[in-house]
């Protein structure tokens, strides 16, 4: 049995607190007195996030499948199916039941409508991420291919041509908003168009396949996150300088609204894709020096982080909720908020594993 990877596991918890920062910080975004600050923190330096996940999926497929083996394809498809499939298809359901619940909508059940949803990730804000995801199981055997073929053309000249393809994807897709009129009168063809960033693996490609390369090179990497330490906080201190700069130029020079500077300064963006290659980078040499605080803490949430990314919007909707109700969202700090959310989700993961395990 292959050795689970110590960093990059402890890596999915970090990226766990980057992801409910980005969900949390979405109000800050719609509030029109939020600190800038909190905008940037939130909504700007969290957002390695999303793609640092692909990326430890990437590492873990090319890890436990390697190219030497054969892959049986069945069997593969199977227990990822179970794993994230049926997780996916049950958050889905509450979901839809919840909202059906909340807004007494009974059409949000209509089987059009879950179908729909299921297929393009819908059911929540933040669950299409496993929608890509099952899409890059789905297609794994092209993207072995793909690896060999990178590798027979040599890896320093087949990154950085991936890199340049996606970041040139993302900005044809940015700009790509009108459709000729066989697409426009085909709800069917419109709604792939329209959702193509909740389901198209390509956008993440990049750095799904990075995580690949070191799962197959991974002493190499090891050496460089040991070794070059100041040339890695250096280029994550530059990268995260540089996405804020643009931020507050952005803000406070040209007066764009927080809403258009956060999507320019998305994660698939150039300075967005730099910045969470950046932090993969720079997270992984502090977990691999160990000296960071709360050591126990970041990996028993790392162990919990797949259900508390399942439920922790929830618990954003409702203390948000009870806030409305009460004093007031705006009288409670968004730190304080985003820590709330945060153990309660926490919480509510334990709960579920100790359950699990008791049945077990």
Same mark, same amino acid.
């Given at each position: 049995m292959k050795q689970r990877n110590l960093v990059f596991d402890n890596l999915r918890g970090i990226c766990m607190l980057g992801v409910i920062a980005i969900h949390v910080g979405s109000m800050a975004v719609s509030d029109a007195v939020a600190s800038p600050f909190l905008v940037l923190i939130t909504n700007i330096l969290s957002r390695y996030s999303v793609p640092a996940f692909f990326f430890i999926s990437g590492y873990g497929l090319f890890y436990s499948k390697p190219l030497e083996e054969p892959? !049986?394809?069945? =069997?593969?498809?199977?227990?990822?199916?179970?794993?994230?499939?049926?997780?996916?298809?049950?958050?889905?359901?509450?979901?839809?039941?919840?909202?059906?619940?909340?807004?007494? #909508?009974?059409?949000?059940? #209509?089987?059009?409508?879950?179908?729909? =949803?299921?297929?393009?990730?819908? %059911?929540?804000? !933040?669950?299409?991420?496993?929608?890509?995801?099952?899409?890059?199981?789905?297609?794994?055997p092209l993207w072995r291919s793909?690896?060999?073929?990178?590798?027979?053309?040599?890896?320093?000249?087949?990154?950085? $041509?991936?890199?340049? %393809?996606?970041?040139?994807?993302?900005?044809?897709?940015?700009?790509?908003?009108?459709?000729?009129?066989?697409?426009? =009168?085909?709800? %069917?063809?419109?709604?792939?168009?329209?959702?193509?960033?909740?389901?198209?693996?390509?956008?993440?490609?990049?750095?799904?396949?990075?995580?690949?390369?070191?799962?197959?090179?991974?002493?190499?990497?090891?050496?460089?996150?040991?070794? !070059?330490?100041?040339? $890695?906080?250096?280029?994550?201190? %530059?990268?995260?300088?540089?996405?804020?700069?643009?931020?507050?130029?952005?803000?406070?020079?040209?007066?764009?609204?927080?809403?258009?500077?956060?999507?320019?300064?998305?994660?698939?963006?150039?300075?967005?894709?730099?910045?969470?290659?950046a932090s993969v980078l720079f997270f992984s040499m502090v977990i691999q020096s160990g000296r960071y605080p709360l050591k126990g803490a970041l990996k028993e949430m790392s162990d919990r982080s797949f259900p508390i990314y399942l439920i922790h919007p929830i618990f954003i909707d409702q203390l948000e909720y009870v806030l409305n109700r009460t004093a007031g969202i705006q009288q409670v700090p968004m730190e304080a908020f985003y820590i709330a959310v945060l153990l309660l989700s926490w919480g509510c993961a334990e709960l579920w594993h100790r359950f699990r395990a008791s049945k077990a």
């Amino acid at each position: 049995m292959k050795q689970r990877n110590l960093v990059f596991d402890n890596l999915r918890g970090i990226c766990m607190l980057g992801v409910i920062a980005i969900h949390v910080g979405s109000m800050a975004v719609s509030d029109a007195v939020a600190s800038p600050f909190l905008v940037l923190i939130t909504n700007i330096l969290s957002r390695y996030s999303v793609p640092a996940f692909f990326f430890i999926s990437g590492y873990g497929l090319f890890y436990s499948k390697p190219l030497e083996e054969p892959l !049986h394809y069945g =069997s593969f498809l199977k227990k990822r199916m179970k794993s994230i499939g049926r997780p996916y298809l049950l958050a889905s359901l509450f979901y839809l039941c919840y909202y059906a619940l909340l807004n007494r #909508d009974p059409n949000v059940l #209509d089987p059009s409508n879950i179908l729909f =949803s299921l297929f393009f990730g819908t %059911a929540q804000y !933040h669950i299409y991420f496993l929608v890509i995801l099952i899409w890059f199981y789905l297609l794994f055997p092209l993207w072995r291919s793909l690896m060999r073929a990178m590798e027979k053309i040599g890896l320093k000249m087949a990154l950085p $041509l991936l890199f340049v %393809a996606q970041v040139l994807l993302f900005e044809g897709n940015f700009h790509f908003w009108t459709y000729p009129d066989w697409i426009a =009168s085909s709800p %069917a063809l419109l709604n792939l168009c329209n959702y193509r960033l909740n389901y198209f693996p390509f956008f993440y490609l990049f750095i799904f396949m990075l995580g690949g390369v070191i799962a197959r090179h991974y002493e190499g990497f090891k050496k460089l996150i040991t070794r !070059h330490k100041a040339l $890695l906080m250096a280029f994550f201190a %530059a990268s995260a300088g540089f996405n804020t700069w643009l931020f507050y130029r952005w803000t406070f020079k040209w007066q764009m609204p927080y809403e258009n500077t956060v999507n320019y300064l998305q994660q698939l963006s150039l300075p967005g894709l730099v910045y969470t290659i950046a932090s993969v980078l720079f997270f992984s040499m502090v977990i691999q020096s160990g000296r960071y605080p709360l050591k126990g803490a970041l990996k028993e949430m790392s162990d919990r982080s797949f259900p508390i990314y399942l439920i922790h919007p929830i618990f954003i909707d409702q203390l948000e909720y009870v806030l409305n109700r009460t004093a007031g969202i705006q009288q409670v700090p968004m730190e304080a908020f985003y820590i709330a959310v945060l153990l309660l989700s926490w919480g509510c993961a334990e709960l579920w594993h100790r359950f699990r395990a008791s049945k077990a």
